[in-house]
Nanobody
Framework: QVQLEESGGGSVQTGGSLRLSCLAS????????MSWFRQVPGKQSERIAV????????DYHDSVTGRFSISRDNAKNLVYLQMNSLKPEDTAMYYC???????????????WGHGTQVTVSS
């Protein structure tokens, strides 16, 4: 059974930083793409960061470019999202997702975590 478990969320003030982690079990993340999505209640989820299996392709949503950084440790089956200069509009539930493919720029991911809440106060 595949499980993706996010951790590292919490409440911070504007300008603060958080580092999210996603630990996979029952699935080897080196099989393909890993992404972070976020969703605010009442709004569509958005893919904010994506990384391919060998970290050769990395892409970010315009709203987080220059502030967030995605990375992965295939040996530890972990994916990270370093979030700096956080803003109130970054407040959302953040989800880790996995796709056993090298085509990463899509919302059609096979496996999802349950999410970790990030709240940024002004």
């Amino acid at each position: 059974q595949v499980q993706l478990e996010e951790s590292g969320g919490g409440s911070v003030q504007t300008g603060g930083s958080l580092r999210l982690s996603c630990l996979a079990s029952g699935y080897t993340i080196s099989r393909g793409c890993m992404s972070w999505f976020r969703q605010v209640p009442g709004k569509q989820s958005e893919r904010i960061a994506v990384i391919d299996s060998k970290s050769r392709f990395i892409d970010y949503h315009d709203s987080v470019t220059g502030r967030f950084s995605i990375s992965r440790d295939n040996a530890k089956n972990l994916v990270y999202l370093q979030m700096n200069s956080l803003k109130p509009e970054d407040t959302a539930m953040y989800y880790c997702a996995a796709r056993p493919s090298e085509w990463c720029v899509t919302s059609e991911y096979n496996y999802w975590g349950h999410g970790t809440q990030v709240t940024v106060s002004s």
